[in-house]
């Protein structure tokens, strides 16, 4: 398994070295301020050769493809830029985020952040590393917890429901933050920097790898909108530590907020 984590790392670090080249092209997707550049899809197609070698026989959900609903085999869910529009403006705060799943589960999640060369990993059962040195999450009481989130902006029917949360969450707790990348907000909350993170829709791209390092970190990973944890659907996020996550769940669903 040594070998198997020393090649995933250098994969991954590679394809965030192609993040150092600014967009060459820039083009609009789906939804509000949605956007793809030449970038991302340079490193899905890095990342799709390297990773289906590595693990003969898996499959690849990947942000800029087309893709089959996850199943029960060994599927990759790969985000190659996470935080396209922070990459857009040279706001580096992007990542490579990349899980590994069985039977429909996380069983191995890294998110490596270039800029600031961090490398968060996890396996299954065996806790959470950032650039090998074992990490947990904070203890820090809700009523003094930092705050992070995302806006959902592709989804412009959830921004009023997004700041309004944000507007809840900021009376109760210390503060906010917002960093444009989910997957480096749930990795750096795993570490202990932020004690809650929240957003309204996300993709499996966005939270399966950095949904793994925060439950091996001792966090608490919720799906509050679905009946059930799925990680092959787009949903709302709440993550938290263990010392905030009952009182931020109860927030999140207060009618009123």
């Keep these: 398994m040594f070998e198997f984590e020393k090649t995933l790392k250098d994969i991954a ?3 965030g ?3 150092s080249v600014r967009p060459a092209a820039v083009e609009q997707k789906e939804g509000h301020a949605n956007f793809v550049t030449n970038i991302d899809t ?4 890095f990342l799709g050769e390297k990773l289906l070698s590595l693990v003969p026989g898996s499959d690849m959900i990947g942000e800029e493809q087309e893709n089959q609903p996850l199943s ?3 599927t990759w869910i790969v985000d190659p830029v996470d935080g396209t529009t922070n990459l857009i403006h040279d706001y580096r705060v992007s990542a490579v985020s990349i899980a ?15 800029y600031t060369r961090e490398l968060f990993y996890a396996e299954k059962g065996k806790g959470t590393t950032l650039n090998g040195e074992p990490v947990h999450v904070a203890d820090t009481p809700f009523e003094k917890a930092l705050v992070t989130f995302g806006t959902a902006p592709y989804y412009e029917e959830l921004a009023r429901r997004s700041m309004d949360l944000a507007g809840s969450f900021l009376h109760a707790c210390a503060d906010l933050r917002r960093s444009g990348s989910a997957a480096v907000d749930l990795a750096t909350l795993a570490c202990g920097r932020h004690d809650i993170f ?6 499996p791209w966005d939270y399966a790898a ?7 970190a001792g966090g608490c990973f919720a799906m509050p909108l679905l009946p059930s944890p799925d990680f092959g659907a787009s949903s709302a ?3 938290a530590t263990p010392a905030c996550f009952e009182k931020a769940l109860a927030l999140f669903l207060r009618p009123d907020t």
Excluded: Y
């Design 198 to 203: 929240f957003e309204m829709r996300l993709k």
């Design 210 to 216: 950095g949904s793994l390092l925060l439950r091996e």
């Design 42 to 45: 340079a490193v899905e197609s």
């Design 17 to 19: 070295d192609m993040f």
């Design 72 to 74: 029960d085999r060994l």
């Design 237 to 239: 996020i709440l993550a």
């Design 13 to 15: 670090m590679h394809a």
């Design 100 to 114: 590994l799943c069985e039977n429909r589960q996380p069983v191995v999640g890294l998110v490596w952040q270039p």
